[in-house]
């Protein structure tokens, strides 16, 4: 009995360490039906992205191309760009190393520079 009382308790920890977790995820989530806007994206991107990921996305030797099939809509969805901004990316794609979290990134950025990113891999004829 002593068990099954022990095991309700630690379940209930666990579930309510979750449920703050998930409101601090849900906080970061891009609001549904609002678009960045494209040239607030390419400023914040060139504060925020570019240093390793490249003028325009195209890539450099500290960071992988965004502008690249493998992070196509289809494969990476935006919140992937969100995720990795706030907790960082484990190196998976490329041989760059992790993705350090990037502090200065907030939800609101993330919606104009991902719609800059989607902007030039769509010209660019990824989507």
């Not at 240093?51 to 500290?62: F, L, N, R, T, V």
């Not at 196509?72 to 490329?94: R, V």
């Amino acid at each position: 009995m002593i068990r099954v009382v022990l095991l309700g308790i630690v379940s209930l920890f666990l579930f309510a360490c979750g449920q703050s977790e998930d409101k601090q995820q849900a906080s970061w989530l891009p609001p549904q039906g609002v678009k960045g806007d494209q040239a607030q994206g390419q400023k914040q991107f060139a504060r925020l992205c570019s240093k390793c990921h490249g003028y325009q996305a195209a890539g450099s030797e500290k960071g992988p191309p965004l502008v690249h099939k493998i992070y196509s809509p289809d494969h990476h969805a935006d919140l992937a760009f969100y995720m990795a901004a706030k907790n960082g990316a484990s190196s998976h794609h490329w041989k760059f190393g992790d993705m350090p979290p990037v502090p200065a990134a907030t939800p609101e950025n993330m919606l104009d520079i991902v719609a800059y990113v989607r902007h030039l891999q769509s010209k660019a004829g990824i989507f």
